[in-house]
T-cell receptor, first 109, second 116 residues
Framework: ELKVEQNPLFLSMQEGKNYTIYCNYSTTSDRLYWYRQDPGKSLESLFVLLSNGAVKQEGRLMASLDTKARLSTLHITAAVHDLSATYFCAVGGAQKLVFGQGTRLTINP | DVKVTQSSRYLVKRTGEKVFLECVQDMDHENMFWYRQDPGLGLRLIYFSYDVKMKEKGDIPEGYSVSREKKERFSLILESASTNQTSMYLC???????????????FGEGSWLTVV
């Protein structure tokens, strides 16, 4: 059974700092997704990672995938308040995704 | 843009009532999903469907059923609502078509259900 674990679950950081969210999964899988969710809103797709060593970047967010370690990271560079949200990783194929618990990120001025 | 529309954003139902949550997508996607989201548990898959009239159980199907009579519509049914089904429910859709690398899963806005 595929299990996905994120850490930390809660993260409070200062603007301008860097930090990393980790996503570990238990079995080999097709692809890994990162989603963002604002309070009371739906999930917005950030990245889809398909192969070992894949790296994708959008603004201050960078995601990477190590399939051998079954680990993905979401790195935040020089955080700004607008990045405050809950971030989910999810693993699986087009027909079924298993989600991590989510990381609630709060960025303070 | 893909649009996944959930008809009810907020519902309050009584224990024992039958509840219907409706979801419509406008991109001709083959796959549709229902998840529930609870704090600290992430999203958990209830049911999914990869074609009209087809359905597959997810990780937590107990207490739920689904209906997919048309490709664009996927309904979640709570036959007899209970307080432990108070949650946010998210519908999603995806497709097999197009480039493999471009595939993603699109989510609706969510339906907040409170069972009292």
């Amino acid at each position: 059974e595929l299990k996905v674990e994120q850490n930390p679950l809660f993260l409070s950081m200062q603007e301008g700092k860097n930090y990393t969210i980790y996503c570990n999964y238990s079995t080999t899988s097709d692809r890994l997704y990162w989603y963002r969710q604002d309070p009371g809103k739906s999930l917005e797709s950030l990245f889809v990672l398909l192969s070992n060593g894949a790296v994708k970047q959008e603004g201050r967010l960078m995601a990477s995938l190590d399939t051998k370690a079954r680990l993905s990271t979401l790195h935040i560079t020089a955080a700004v308040h607008d990045l405050s949200a809950t971030y989910f990783c999810a693993v699986g194929g087009a027909q079924k995704l298993v989600f991590g618990q989510g990381t609630r990120l709060t960025i303070n001025p | 843009d893909v649009k996944v529309t959930q008809s009810s954003r907020y519902l309050v139902k009584r224990t024992g009532e039958k509840v219907f949550l409706e979801c419509v997508q406008d991109m001709d996607h083959e796959n549709m999903f229902w998840y529930r989201q609870d704090p600290g548990l992430g999203l958990r898959l209830i049911y999914f469907s990869y074609d009209v009239k087809m359905k597959e159980k997810g990780d937590i199907p107990e207490g739920y059923s689904v209906s997919r009579e048309k490709k664009e519509r996927f309904s979640l049914i709570l036959e007899s609502a209970s307080t432990n089904q108070t949650s946010m429910y998210l519908c999603a859709s995806s497709t097999f078509r197009g480039s493999f690398s471009g595939n993603t899963i699109y989510f609706g806005e969510g339906s907040w259900l409170t069972v009292v």
